[in-house]
């Protein structure tokens, strides 16, 4: 069974990296940008190109999604599968004869970044049984959790998925920018960070909510939105907001 | 140099638990709740009492904003620092004939949790130089990281905290809201945010950022908009507003 990523991006490089380190039959990356190609193939040893796209039983697109629906056309083979990895399209975005598929794997990438793939959760989808069993045996190899997902089910994970990761990272940038301006070093706030991303795998995010607006403490709530302005203000007092509506202040 | 620890709380009873490992000379836990108080003496050895509060060189006051006044009334020595430990109040809530400080440690706590106690930042102030090195003194034994900051500066270290770790663990609620109503596990998502926290120990958080809202991908956005109602339609607007302004998008 031979594969081809199409893409050279983060998601095209990891998952290429992940599926040579457990023996899949990567046999080439196909790509535009030459230079991420080279490095893709430096890191994994497969051969990649930008001109002819090899024959094989699966395509996997890792591309941007405004890119997807223009770069499934490539792909004019009918007998094999063709699946993109994104989390907030449906399988009919892909244009093409072929048997479709999705291999979302849920994850922030960097290239810089190693990461524990094994940890990785992916969701699957695929227009019949067999494809499905097809790529579930090959998301086994790299994963500990992969779970068939509707469209439906994707959308609300990419959404629970932008609370958490995205939305929690502007909340970082957002705190460097106070500590920033008042000669704070940031750094002093990575283990309460740290701290913060531990308890959750112990205790129920909402059991584990501390802080003023939990409290109900008005004359901190106050004080400190007499500090803030701009985007600064609204996300304190949405926040604030939801906190209360959450536990019914 | 004797120290007295006033309050049973999370506060307190890590406090006396660092004291103790760093052999400082706690002499006593001194406050309301004998079970607390039980609790703290168990793991501490330091006698605790709920009347008769022992004569000492310092007497460090753990207990929630709201009490703090009244609590500091109790302590009618003179020739002794009593210290309070809030972020967010100024050194002045002090009512005694005492010389006054603050020793506020940034870090959340919780009883069931063990702690890097070196890791914590601490934040001093006090109102003489010689009180000054007194406190810098003892919080260095405990930990790296000890500045003097003033009631203006610890105000604004509270308040990054409250974005950095209060706000971002009810965005870690409201995603666990999202994945419960569709039947996502939750712990697939654990896997991003650590990686999301770690990305923030070697990248600016400001450069780390990714999702949507970033990529100013206005399908993907309006999408999920109408995925959301209530809280979560507002943190969401809230937040890709945020971004936006971040970005300049």
Redesign the interface.
């Known amino acids: 069974m031979k594969v081809v990523i199409i893409g050279s991006g983060n998601v095209a490089y990891h998952l290429a990296n992940a599926f040579v380190l457990k023996g899949i039959n990567l046999i080439q990356i196909f790509g535009r940008n030459e230079n991420d190609l080279q490095e893709i193939a430096l890191k994994t040893g497969v051969p990649f190109s930008t001109k002819i796209l090899d024959n094989a039983d699966l395509y996997i697109i890792a591309v941007n999604?405004?890119a997807l629906e223009e770069v499934s056309q490539l792909i004019t083979k009918k007998n094999c599968i063709v699946a993109h990895t994104s989390g907030?399209l449906p399988i009919e975005i892909l244009q093409g004869e072929y048997r479709k598929a999705v291999i979302y794997p849920?994850?922030?990438f960097?290239k810089s970044?190693e990461?524990?793939y094994h940890?990785?959760?992916f969701f699957l989808e695929a227009q019949n049984t067999e494809d499905y069993l097809f790529i579930e045996n090959l998301a086994l190899k790299i994963s500990d959790?992969v779970?068939a997902s509707s469209y439906e089910?994707r959308?609300?994970?990419?959404?629970?998925?932008?609370?958490?990761?995205?939305?929690?990272?502007?909340?970082?940038?957002?705190?460097?920018e106070?500590?920033d301006?008042?000669?704070?070093p940031f750094k002093?706030?990575?283990?309460?960070?740290?701290?913060?991303?531990?308890?959750?795998?112990?205790?129920?995010?909402?059991e584990?909510?501390?802080?003023?607006?939990?409290r109900n403490?008005v004359?901190?709530t106050k004080?400190?939105e007499d500090?803030?302005n701009?985007?600064f203000l609204?996300?304190?007092k949405?926040?604030n907001?939801?906190?209360k509506?959450?536990y019914e202040l």
Chains 1, 2 share one sequence.
Do not use: W
């Open positions: 999604d405004g907030s849920l994850q922030t960097s970044k990461l524990e940890k990785i959760p959790h779970e089910k959308k609300y994970v990419h959404l629970s998925a932008v609370f958490a990761c995205n939305f929690v990272n502007h909340l970082f940038a957002r705190a460097k106070i500590t301006a008042h000669d704070i002093y706030l990575l283990p309460l960070i740290e701290e913060t991303t531990h308890k959750i795998f112990q205790v129920e995010p909402k584990a909510q501390t802080g003023p607006s939990v403490d004359r901190i004080m400190q500090l803030l701009g985007e609204k996300i304190y949405t926040m907001e939801s906190i509506e959450m």
